[in-house]
DNA sequence: AGGATGATTCTCT
DNA sequence: GAGAATCATCCTT
């Protein structure tokens, strides 16, 4: 099966840069998390284009029992163990979307849930998507970022490296790179594969 | 068919 | 900080 393309974007910003390759993906899961932080996930929306930089993203790797990918392939998770440089995007508590960049080498299940990102653009439709929300919570949590980029599940399995929806190196990397437990597993809980930007006051779980 | 679980968020107190 | 909401997904009968 095909997968599925964005809507590719009508103006794209021209100092933001090109799409991250797919040969950054092609690394492991815990490099590629501590390297995107600073760059920025842009989502050219139908509703309205938004973009933030990213500040926390934990890595879910290969024989890691906190993955979804633990214990194979499963129509949920068959993205992670896809060709890098796509997202995976899967419901939370059936109610949230959480985005991941599939990384690593293909057949193996890998990839890096973005946490949190610090707003930068499209602002108003962001809060148009999370009515109510304070400026600094628009995407302060995994299912909030997606929420603001007005980003579904329509976009599981989509290429990060041909526009619609992409990471780019607009930005220089602002402090540096603290390695802490992940959120919200029991196991695996020891590995410190979330990896954060040291100062940024828009972490999860303040 | 049924039950347990969960890479969360929101609303209280 | 604790508890509820809420349901897709997966595993066990």
Do not use: Q
């Amino acid at each position: 099966m095909e997968a599925p393309r964005a809507v590719k974007p009508t103006l794209v910003p021209p100092d933001w840069g090109e799409p991250l390759p797919r040969s950054f993906y092609e690394r492991p899961a815990t490099a590629v998390a501590a390297d995107l932080l600073g760059h920025v996930l842009v989502h050219a929306a139908p509703d309205g284009m938004g973009a933030g930089v990213v500040v926390e993203a934990e890595a879910y790797g290969a024989d890691d029992p906190a993955s979804h990918a633990f214990g194979g392939p499963t129509p949920r998770n068959a993205a992670m163990f896809g060709r890098a440089g796509r997202a995976y995007v899967y419901r939370s508590y059936g109610v949230h979307w959480c985005m991941n960049v599939v990384t690593g080498n293909e057949g193996v299940g890998e990839a890096v849930l973005l946490r949190a990102l610090e707003p930068i653009a499209g602002l108003e439709a962001m809060r148009r998507r999370r009515p109510g929300a304070l400026d600094r919570d628009l995407c302060r949590g995994p299912g909030r970022l997606t929420a603001a980029l007005g980003i579904t599940g329509a976009l599981d399995r989509c290429e990060l490296t041909e526009g619609g929806v992409w990471i780019c190196g607009a930005h220089v990397r602002t402090g540096e790179v603290l390695a802490r437990p992940r959120i919200g597993v029991t196991r695996g809980a020891d590995r410190l594969w979330r990896f954060c930007l040291s100062g940024s006051r828009l972490l999860s779980r303040r």
